[in-house]
């Protein structure tokens, strides 16, 4: 469960939508162009944060072993995607 300060944060940052895939909205927040490249993911109360390079978990809030192994699986399957994504947002 996220705890009320990360909801405020949340609900008042940009986050732009990279996938939606299986029910998972990948996405990162628009003030995390300083940060190496990753991306957020969520369904319904659990949210992850993963690294690209290499795919690894930073966080996970709510997910069980299976769903972060697929949602693993969705990353590598589309990392050159989600960094270009990262890229265009972050070089404008």
């Known amino acids: 469960m996220r705890d009320s300060s ?3 944060v949340y609900f008042c940052l940009r986050m ?7 029910g998972y909205r990948f996405f990162f927040f ?6 190496p490249v990753h991306i957020h993911i969520e369904r319904a109360d659990s949210y992850a944060k993963f690294w690209l390079d290499p795919v ?3 966080i996970d809030l709510g997910f069980n072993s299976k769903e972060l192994k697929e949602i693993n699986n ?6 050159e995607l989600i960094i ?3 890229n ?5």
């Open 6 to 8: 990360f909801k405020i």
């Open 16 to 22: 732009p939508t990279v996938l939606r895939i299986k």
């Open 30 to 35: 628009s003030n995390e162009g300083n940060e």
């Open 56 to 58: 690894r978990i930073a």
């Open 74 to 79: 969705i990353i590598e399957d589309n990392q």
């Open 84 to 86: 270009k994504r990262w």
């Open 88 to 92: 265009e947002f972050f070089t404008k």
